[in-house]
């Protein structure tokens, strides 16, 4: 059974940083692609990065602008996502997403962990 436990959220302010943590168990971690997600009160699920098997390929959206950094440590079974320069507007739960392949192939959103909170103060 896949799990995902996300870690890392909580109360920052403006500009601020976190690095949020998803320990994956259940299945051969190394040899899927892995994303994050968020959702924003009142809005749905959002995608935010993904990153290949090997964690050579990274991909964003446009919000992000460079504030964002996904990486994975295949060795620990888990998935970071390093946040800097914080908005208002980044606040939301973030989820980590297990891909059905290696590399990118689109955006998933299932299946997921039950997300950590991340609130950014202005």
């Known amino acids: 059974e896949v799990q995902l436990v996300e870690s890392g959220g909580g109360l920052v302010q403006t500009g601020g940083s976190l690095r949020l943590s998803c320990l994956a168990s259940g299945f051969t971690f190394s040899t899927y692609a892995m994303s994050w997600v968020r959702q924003a009160p009142g809005e749905g699920l959002e995608w935010v990065s993904v990153l290949n098997a090997n964690g050579n390929r990274a991909t964003y959206a446009d919000f992000v602008e460079g504030r964002f950094t996904i990486s994975r440590d295949n060795a620990k079974n888990t998935l970071y996502l390093q946040m800097n320069s914080l908005k208002p507007e980044d606040t939301a739960v973030y989820f980590c997403?297990?891909?059905?392949?290696?590399?990118?192939?689109?955006?998933?959103?299932?299946?997921r962990g039950q997300g950590t909170q991340v609130t950014v103060s202005s």
């Open positions: 997403v297990k891909l059905p392949y290696p590399y990118y192939t689109g955006n998933y959103y299932q299946p």
